[in-house]
């Protein structure tokens, strides 16, 4: 650790102290060492009281020393604004975080292809097939998956993403020996082994309201750019959204039914700010990894489309065999996803017959249904 | 002189003959009632000496003892009155003794004489009939409920005076003419006919499976899909009460004070609401009465808002699901109600009631929801054969021209009962009756599944991550299924439709 990460960490705990603030004070004083080496009047006058106090009651060597010995012990490491390692996306914000705990694959931040994929934690079987594909996509093309590992579609990209073979990255609003919520510790896990967890806070740290909210300009700054797959009316995947705009990066959605509760966040943002993503060739070329004249992806309802050539279907798993009765519930599900009433509907069959093959179906992991009995086709 | 009335005593829903002896003789005036009687019995004198004088006979002005044998059984409840006044009419020379012999009495009086009804009337005169009363005097608004019952002639009473006048042969009063049950039951309407529901095809669905099968239910659907209706609409699709069966729950509801016509014909019906105590449900209290599950017993008990019951409440359900019975003890008195219910309840998929509609929005957390779900107790969860969810349906379903007409509960119910006829014959000797019953060391041999049967059976296992419970559960239903369909073996499509209504998947309980 040098001097100037030392000053770094020293001010990251500094408590009343926040992460623009810091950096004005580093700024104020011409530079770390400058800062260290203010006296008490100094840092009065350029603080106030109260706060003068707080840096001097934290800058105690032996204790910063202790705190980044014991986080290097738990495998973490501390990148501050003052290290090679830290991503250079974070430095063009106002607020930029003193210290950025990380475990993991640290090489990840350095690529220029970090894409943040967040969604609503209260997602429709539409988004998260939606997520499911188009974070499998991605990883596979070679875009690192940044989220937020928050339930829902944050979990679902980055699941999809480490499936894929590809990289991912967590941005935490809790220490990184925390899990928030508990279900999401096997993945936090995986990710720390294959991935990269980032966070703004000391291991220990609880996540909170207070610490929640600033999470979201981290995962708005990191990546080039914010592709949202599925937000209700006050998710708040609509804040990362809305600094994504703030710092320049490029904003992505993915529109739904208009009458869908948990699209009309995403359907909204479309028509103000935000670029309409359909496949995943519509993301690489923002990243100039795709040719615009490669056209478009086969139409959707050209029946489940191979993926990118060799890629998707996992070699020696041939598409399960499907009878004819099941192929008439296929057809109906394939144009949209529908409900048990509306099935009866559209393929005639009894109640007792169409239930024998939904179960099949499902079994056979061709179709799925999510809370209140909607099935759609899977990819 | 000495006098004898019979009467009819009762602890919980079980009779026993008694006697009231009645003794007046000379002596300082005062009345004693002896024989462990309970406030209520002891303050009968008031009730008795006034109705006596109200209806123009005179108190005697005597020492009377009145005694109510056998001595060791604690007597509770005020329909000791007329016997008691009969007894000191008869003791005092106004009632021919020998005109009481083989005559039971009971009634509580009013003040002026007329005759007001009693609980468990019902349950007091079957006793009576097994032990070989032929006569009854009984309040005329206790008529009704009991004019079930032949092999015993029933006289309704409507004042002290009648019987009086009665019983000294200067009157007449015409006895009940037993109704027979058939006639009765002839025209069962269901409180709630399925034809009034819209849409919900799967739902209609396992409502049949589980009428057919007996099987428990579970429904789970956001605010307005129909759930209560949908509950509403099993007793209708049972089939009919046998005649023991509708006598076994008019007794319950008899004791409880609760039967406003004759015979209960329509199978009862019993929704609890949420803030119901332990003691409610199961039954108990200082009279140790019977529960909502006794008052459910051959019928439906419906718990709406399953997660809002404590847990505590829904615990207690378990033993007397396993075994029909609920015994209460208290310190004075030991009673055994049947509780033969099938047991279906509602629930929202989330707390606001919305996860899961297409047209509303949640505003729960997944924790939330995952935390609303995780409050049912596990233990009954497994009591649960199915998990339905319903749709949301929409409004212009309901009202739209596309609503077609949908079947009416009457049909549903022959085929209900010929399911239901056939697993009566293939259980007939055991000690199980459905489906819903069948233990699982004996699933294999009388489901006998088919080769395609087991390969489905195997897949559900390894696809679902089903439990050994949630095998012999999908099994259970796949043979109800097979049954609804005339099969003697399970198929692999009824194991695949069985597998519908497992409820533990990933969307709720993980």
């Known amino acids: ?379 | 002189m000495l006098s004898t009335v019979t009467s009819c005593g009762r602890q919980g829903i079980e009779g026993y003959p008694m006697r009231v002896e009645v003794d007046v003789r000379d002596g300082l005036p005062m009345v004693d009632v002896v024989g462990l009687p309970d406030a209520a019995v002891r303050e009968s004198r008031e009730r008795v000496r006034t109705a006596l004088r109200n209806s123009g006979f005179p108190f005697p002005v005597a020492q009377i003892t009145i005694n109510l044998a056998p001595a060791d059984i604690k007597k509770e409840g005020p329909w000791y009155d007329l016997p008691i006044a009969l007894g000191i009419l008869a003791a005092s020379g106004r009632i021919p003794q020998e005109r009481l012999r083989g005559a039971l009495a009971l009634g509580t009086l009013s003040l002026d004489g007329s005759l007001a009804p009693v609980t468990g009337a019902l349950p007091m005169l079957l006793a009576a009939r097994r032990a070989g009363i032929e006569r009854a005097l009984l309040p005329a608004q206790n008529a009704r409920e009991c004019a079930c019952l032949s092999g015993i002639a029933l006289y309704p009473v409507e004042s002290l005076r009648q019987a009086a006048a009665f019983l000294c042969g200067e009157a007449e009063i015409a006895p009940l003419t037993p109704v027979r049950y058939a006639d009765l039951a002839e025209d069962v309407r269901p409180e709630v006919d399925l034809a009034s529901v819209r849409g919900q095809y799967a739902a209609r669905r396992a409502l049949e499976i589980a009428a057919s099968g007996g099987h428990n239910l579970l429904l789970i659907g956001t605010a307005g899909s129909g759930k209560t209706m949908l509950a509403r609409c099993l007793p209708g699709i049972l089939p009919r009460m046998t005649e023991q069966e509708a006598l076994e729950t008019t007794v319950i509801h008899s004791v409880s004070g609760e039967v406003s016509g004759g015979l209960m014909t329509r199978r009862p019906f019993s929704a609890p609401h949420h803030t119901t105590s332990a003691v409610a449900l199961i039954g108990g209290g200082r009279a140790a009465a019977p529960g909502e599950i006794s008052k459910a017993h051959n019928g439906v008990l419906f718990l709406d808002e399953l997660p809002e019951f404590p847990r505590a409440v829904l615990e207690a359900l378990r033993q007397p699901m396993e075994d029909g019975v609920v015994t209460i003890s208290r310190v004075n008195a030991r009673c055994v109600y049947p509780a033969r219910f099938q047991l279906v309840c509602a629930m929202n998929p989330c707390p606001c009631g919305n996860y899961g509609s297409r047209t509303r929005t949640c505003r729960c957390t997944p924790h939330e929801v995952q935390r609303y779900l995780s409050r049912i107790s596990g233990p009954l969860l497994d009591r649960i054969d199915m998990v339905v969810e319903m749709d949301a349906v929409e409004p212009d379903e309901v009202f739209g021209p596309a609503a077609a007409p949908a079947e009416d509960s009457e049909t549903v119910r022959r085929r209900v009962e010929r399911v239901r006829a056939a697993q009566n014959a293939r259980y007939a000797g055991e000690d199980f009756f459905c489906n819903a019953r069948l233990p699982a060391n004996r699933l294999e041999e009388i489901c006998n599944p088919t080769k395609d049967a087991r390969d489905a059976l195997a897949l559900c296992m390894r696809r679902l991550q089903l439990s050994m419970r949630g095998y012999a559960r999908v099994l259970r239903i796949a043979r109800t299924i097979a049954d609804m369909a005339g099969e003697a073996r399970v198929q692999a499509e009824h194991v695949a439709e069985a597998a519908s209504y497992r409820g533990t998947n990933e969307k709720y309980w993980k």
């Open chain 1, 1 to 379: 650790m040098t001097r100037a990460e030392g000053v770094w960490i020293w001010l990251s705990r500094v408590r009343g102290l926040g992460a623009g603030r810091a950096r004005q004070l580093v700024e104020f004083f011409g530079g770390e060492e400058a800062l260290l080496a203010a006296q008490e009047p100094e840092l009065r006058e350029a603080v106030g009281e109260a706060l003068a106090a707080s840096l001097l009651e934290a800058r105690r060597q032996e204790e910063i020393n202790d705190h980044v010995r014991a986080c290097r012990r738990a495998g973490v490491r501390i990148l501050t604004p003052a290290s090679p390692a830290y991503p250079e996306a974070l430095r063009d914000i106002y607020d930029p975080p003193c210290a950025l705990y990380a475990r993991g694959d640290l090489g990840l931040l350095q690529g220029e292809r970090l894409l943040t994929l967040v969604g609503t934690r209260r997602h429709t079987s539409y988004g998260r097939r939606i997520t499911e594909k188009l974070a499998a996509e991605l990883a596979r093309a070679g875009l690192t998956i940044v989220s937020g590992l928050a339930e829902g579609l944050d979990s679902v990209a980055h699941r999809a993403a480490l499936d894929a073979g590809g990289k991912t990255i967590a941005v935490l609003a809790n220490g990184l020996d925390v899990a928030y919520p508990a279900a999401v510790g096997p993945l936090q896990e995986e990710i720390a082994r294959k991935g990269l967890l980032v966070s703004e806070y000391p291991p220990g740290t609880r996540a909170s309201r207070a610490t929640l909210l600033p999470r979201n300009r981290l995962l708005a700054a990191l990546s080039r750019a914010t592709l949202v797959t599925e937000a209700g009316q006050r998710s708040g995947t609509l804040l990362v959204a809305g600094l994504a705009v703030e710092y320049g990066r490029e904003l992505m959605t993915v529109p739904g039914n208009i009458d869908s509760p948990a699209s009309y966040s995403t359907n909204r943002l479309m028509r103000t700010s935000a670029e309409t993503v359909l496949c995943s060739r519509d993301v690489l070329q923002a990243f100039g990894m795709a040719d615009a004249e490669d056209g478009e992806d086969g139409p959707p309802a050209a029946g489940r489309q191979a993926a990118p050539a060799g890629q998707a279907v996992p070699a020696g798993q041939a598409a399960p065999a499907v009878t004819e009765e099941e192929e008439r519930v296929l057809q109906a599900l394939r144009r949209e996803p529908l409900s048990f009433d509306e099935l009866i509907a559209r393929t005639q069959f009894s109640a007792a017959k169409l239930n024998s093959l939904l179960t099949m179906l499902e079994l056979k992991g061709i179709i799925d249904q999510s809370a209140g009995r909607t099935y759609a086709t899977k990819s």
